[in-house]
């Protein structure tokens, strides 16, 4: 089960890093973006991948991982999950995840009408993405390394 949930939490990761990969190459990010149609198309390929991304791991990998190693209970709310997952050393702080969930929940409303909220937005996506990048690898790194994760799969 965690490894079906990982290759397409994978999938939504390796397409968000390539959209990812060709906003870096733009010489800036500012307001000229909007008035490039295969920019647009770049920059909305990598928020939808952003959030599909936060939110099959939010909703269900962590979920999961928890089970997997027997520290998941049904009534555990999100911050009990994170609260977890920060014992482990899986993420830094339970802090940081609600606020990658916060961007996600702003970007998965239509763009602002502020350019510039917009621009916003992208950025503090681009920085989110490279540290939830690093907590997956930290649950893949966990669950290939402990004995009690390999008996269970």
Partial sequence: MINDIIEKVELHK??????LGEIKNWT??????????????TVDT???RFIKLQDMMGDKLFKVFLSEIGEYKDNMSLVDVLDKL???????????????????????????????????GIVLAMDAFEKIETLLEKI??????????????
């Fill in 140 to 153: 893949i790194q966990y669950k290939n390394t402990k004995s009690k994760f390999q008996k269970r799969l």
């Fill in 86 to 120: 920060e014992k482990f050393e899986i993420i830094e702080d339970a802090y940081s995840w609600m606020e990658y969930r916060a961007l996600r929940n702003k970007l998965t409303h239509e763009y602002p009408n502020s350019e510039e909220d917009v621009i916003e």
């Fill in 28 to 41: 800036s990010l500012n307001g000229d973006i909007f008035e490039d149609f295969e920019k647009i198309k």
């Fill in 14 to 19: 390796r397409r968000a890093k390539c959209a």
């Fill in 46 to 48: 990598f928020i939808y």
